[in-house]
Structure formats: structure tokens, C-alpha cells
């Protein structure tokens, strides 16, 4: 645990749905970030409100490289396409 020592057991269960990409789309003009608001099946589920506001975001296909992916997801999702793509970190990427 946190403060130090050890919980009781936890069963828990992993869906594997592979890579995914974020982009966290920056606007200089306003100086703030652009989110998306999307409805999401598993807060429905649960009894929470299915709109939720996130980073944009995409599964990452076999073949396809994780900035095309970015680009396209971006450009569906929040309009018109844009500069540069600044990687900011990598988590968990296939060798």
C-alpha cells in the first residue's frame, strides 16, 4: 500500500486492446489545450455519465506507425490538421 505494508488479495482481469496514441493538441493563441467530449460505453455500464471529456486518442493498428495514427485520430476528432507533433514520452512500446 501506499503508507507501506500490504493489502488483503485483489483479483483483477486485463483486456488486452494493444498500443494506443494520445495527443494532447496545444493552442497558442489561447494558451489552452483542446479536449474532446465522446460517450463511452463502460461509465454507461457502470451508472456514471457515458459523456466523458478526454484527450484525444486511438488504438494503435497493426502496420500503422503511432504519429499517422495521432494525425488521423486528431484530425476526425478535432478538426483541421496541424504542425508538428512533439513527442512527450513513451510508455509500453513493442522493441
Do not use: C
Not at 62 to 79: I, L, M, Q
Amino acid at each position: 500500500m501506499f503508507r507501506g505494508g500490504w493489502s488483503r488479495t485483489i483479483q483483477r482481469e486485463i483486456f488486452e486492446r494493444g498500443y494506443a496514441v494520445t495527443v494532447l493538441r496545444y493552442d497558442p493563441v489561447l494558451d489552452s489545450v483542446v479536449l474532446i467530449e465522446q460517450i463511452r460505453a463502460g461509465p454507461l455500464a457502470a451508472g456514471d455519465e457515458a459523456w466523458v471529456i478526454e484527450a484525444i486518442a486511438g488504438i494503435v493498428e497493426d502496420g500503422k506507425r503511432a504519429e499517422e495514427v495521432a494525425r488521423r485520430n486528431a484530425h476526425e476528432k478535432a478538426g483541421p490538421k496541424f504542425g508538428a507533433l512533439t513527442r512527450i514520452m513513451d510508455y509500453l512500446l513493442e522493441p
